[in-house]
């Protein structure tokens, strides 16, 4: 359910399978060459900072989630499914925010030429009690649905909070078998 989670072997089909299944028109995700070593620079850092913030995580990639709901992200797959977890079911020692997603809130998307615009909330993981006073600072992101996904990985992108819970148990329920 984590790429970050596959082993060495394991990741090349899958990122394959995914691939071929954008090329189908399936989903509109990029998982293109450089993906994975962005998403592994992105965790670190994430990882870092969460630290640094104060949290205790348990793993060393995060379960991502979307804040609310989000046109846009769902638009990205005919086939998504959404869960819900209570925010106040989500323990602030194993779980971080960022403003927006994580590619963008950790600026490191800039090192891979992609557009980065610096925002005052960028690179910080915030612990989750921080959630009401940041909103309450910089509003919600605007989640306008995306009228073509084609190419959205290069423009700025400013969509939704993610959340990141760095502990299986929270969310155990919502896992499958493995």
């Not at 913030?53 to 046109?71: I, K, M, N, Q, T």
């Amino acid at each position: 359910m984590n790429l970050s989670d596959l082993s060495v072997d394991e990741l090349p089909a899958v990122l394959f399978h995914l691939d071929k299944r954008r090329e189908a028109g399936d989903h509109q995700r990029v998982f293109g060459p450089r993906y994975m070593d962005l998403r592994r620079r992105t965790e670190a850092r994430l990882l870092e900072l969460f630290e640094r913030a104060g949290g205790r995580p348990e793993r060393d990639a995060p379960h991502y989630f979307v804040l609310g709901e989000s046109a846009w992200y769902r638009g990205l797959a005919p086939w998504m499914q959404a869960i819900v977890v209570p925010v106040a079911e989500l323990p602030s020692l194993v779980t971080s925010f960022t403003y927006p997603d994580s590619f963008t809130a950790t600026g490191l998307v800039a090192d891979f030429g992609l557009p980065y615009e610096a925002r005052p909330y960028h690179h910080r993981a915030f612990r989750i009690e921080e959630l009401s006073e940041v909103v309450e600072r910089y509003g919600l992101p605007a989640d306008d649905p995306a009228p073509v996904y084609e190419g959205y990985e290069l423009r700025p992108f400013e969509k939704y909070i993610e959340v990141q819970v760095w502990s299986d148990a929270p969310v155990e329920k919502f896992l499958g078998p493995g």
